[in-house]
């Protein structure tokens, strides 16, 4: 894993614990519930040897387990908690890889699996439903920040009576 430049931003710590693009391509394959080790191995085209190097970095980042109830000769593989929690960002990064193509022109698709419906996935505020992309939202320093994090970003902003 990589040693992040700036120890207590919060990007730098995912950036740390994603480290190489494979983090979120096997993620994704496990997440799909492609959890077999020859299916991964299959829909990645990975060796296996690589594969199973891999597989062992993200089981000791904290991101996959074996899953036991697999029995032998086939490893299954299932994502943890903090595995689980990129699930988000791997479907809000698919949303910016297609942004700029024609519906048409999408290979890979986030659908509502009851009704087969295209979604758009979105950052929203969990307390107010708002969208995050848009102005209005900004960076501040958290109450832990450190020497750097202060020195680049302000204190939270004065409260503005703003419509929730």
């Known amino acids: 894993m990589t040693q992040a430049r700036i120890h207590d931003c919060p990007l730098a710590r995912t950036a740390g614990v994603i480290d190489q693009w494979w983090t979120l391509e096997i993620l994704h394959e496990v997440l799909d519930g492609h959890t077999r080790f020859a299916s991964i191995r299959r829909h990645l085209g990975t060796p296996a040897d690589v594969l199973t190097e891999r597989i062992a970095v993200l089981t000791a980042r904290g991101l996959l387990e074996t899953d036991d109830t697999a029995g032998p000769g086939d490893p299954a593989y299932r994502p943890t908690g ?28 986030v659908v509502d699996e009851e009704t087969g419906v295209a979604v758009e996935p979105v950052v929203v505020d969990r307390l107010t439903g708002r969208r995050l992309d848009t102005t209005g939202y900004v960076f501040a320093r958290g109450p832990r920040a450190g020497e750097q994090v202060m020195a680049r970003y302000p204190e939270v902003p004065a409260r503005r009576n703003r419509p929730t």
């Open 82 to 109: 903090l595995g689980r929690s990129l699930r988000p960002l791997l479907l809000v990064m698919a949303a910016f890889g297609n942004h700029r193509l024609a519906p048409e022109d999408r290979s890979v698709i």
